[in-house]
């Protein structure tokens, strides 16, 4: 069990790395990944959610009574600025109807699962992170479906209600079950959850390498032009959530808080929607794997600034005592 934590910790550490690094490999290299096919994208989904489910408790949800302004105002910010953000982007970049539906799914996701330990390393407020997340993941099968018809529906036919069951069955079913089984087997669960970031990023390595490897010769025509939409999106999520928040005169932590939370999104979940709804469109599930790849990325970078201006400004504090 200490191997497989320590296996665990491992790839938690670096997930970003493996993620980019399998990407690599799908893209030049895509017979190498076939043997994973975009059907079993829903399945693995899943997996992530229920392992989701595993880390929460009826605690968490706490913090939505305790101070229901800050929660309501980081899922406002989550399911207004990211749409917004993706429209805007599609408009400015002429994107084709297929790379428009998919940068679409991805603004109208839920926060992402990763946005929490990302929030925790830069020293901000990590319960409001998690309420947040589990908020907007609990909305999201209401709120994807109808922004992505608001946002989507001149350019493709979005099936609202068929959407709606789906989110209900990769997200908010798993993550139910989850709770239930962390609330009964408490002891279990917290042992398992040691090997949670193992098999979280086995299942997003593997729905971005079955995405890529599929797509690898659309991408070599649009692929610079989706990475450098996908990069701005996750950017401009981050800036705007923070001004927002700071508009608002939320404190620093707070404000680092729903910043990432806005930022990160569930692109496997954008990904899944993608292969069901669309897939006469199949370089709608390229934004959702590329996002995959690239906001771990950002995450830990954009963490490590926040951590060390917190540092900075703990060693002005000692030096002025």
């Known amino acids: 069990m200490k191997t497989l934590e320590k296996v665990s910790n491992f790839v938690g550490k670096w997930m970003a790395l493996i993620v980019l690094g399998v990407a690599a ?12 096919k975009t059907s079993w994208i829903n399945w693995l989904l899943g997996i992530v959610m229920f392992g989701m489910g595993l880390t929460l408790k009826a605690s968490d949800f706490a913090e939505v009574f305790k101070r229901p302004k800050d929660v309501v105002l980081g899922a406002v910010c989550q399911f207004t600025l990211m749409p917004l953000l993706a429209f805007l982007l599609c408009k400015v970049f002429h994107l084709s109807p297929e790379l428009t539906i998919g940068v679409i799914l ?3 996701c839920p926060g992402g699962t990763s946005s929490n330990v990302m ?5 901000g407020d990590v ?13 999201a099968p209401l709120m994807t479906p109808f922004l992505t018809l608001v946002y989507a529906g001149k350019t493709v036919d979005v099936n609202f209600w068929a959407m709606f069951v789906s989110v209900l069955k990769v997200v908010f079913l798993p993550i139910i079950l989850g709770l239930v089984v962390n609330h009964f087997f ?3 669960t917290e042992k398992a959850a040691k090997a949670l970031p193992l098999v979280s990023t086995t299942a997003i390595v593997m729905i971005v390498a079955a995405v890529v490897s599929v797509n690898s ?3 070599k025509t649009v692929g610079g032009l989706i990475v450098v939409v996908v990069m701005l999106h996750n950017l401009l999520g981050y800036l705007t959530g923070y001004l927002v928040a700071k508009a608002l005169r939320l404190d620093t932590t707070k404000c680092r808080a729903i910043s990432i939370e806005v930022g990160m999104q569930n692109s496997g979940l954008a990904t899944s929607l993608a292969a069901t709804h669309f897939a006469q ?7 959702g794997a590329v996002f995959s790849v690239w906001h771990n990325i950002s995450g830990a970078l954009l963490a490590a600034f926040f951590n060390r201006r917190s540092m900075k400004q703990a060693a002005k504090e000692k030096a002025e005592a």
């Open 25 to 36: 490999l799908a893209f030049f290299a895509p017979q190498t990944c076939t043997w994973i």
């Open 106 to 108: 991805v603004g109208t």
């Open 119 to 123: 929030t925790y390393l830069s020293h």
């Open 127 to 139: 319960p409001l992170s998690v309420s947040m997340t589990a908020v907007s993941t609990l909305l």
């Open 186 to 188: 408490g002891k279990f």
């Open 217 to 219: 010769d659309r991408l």
């Open 281 to 287: 469109y199949p370089l709608a599930t390229v934004p």
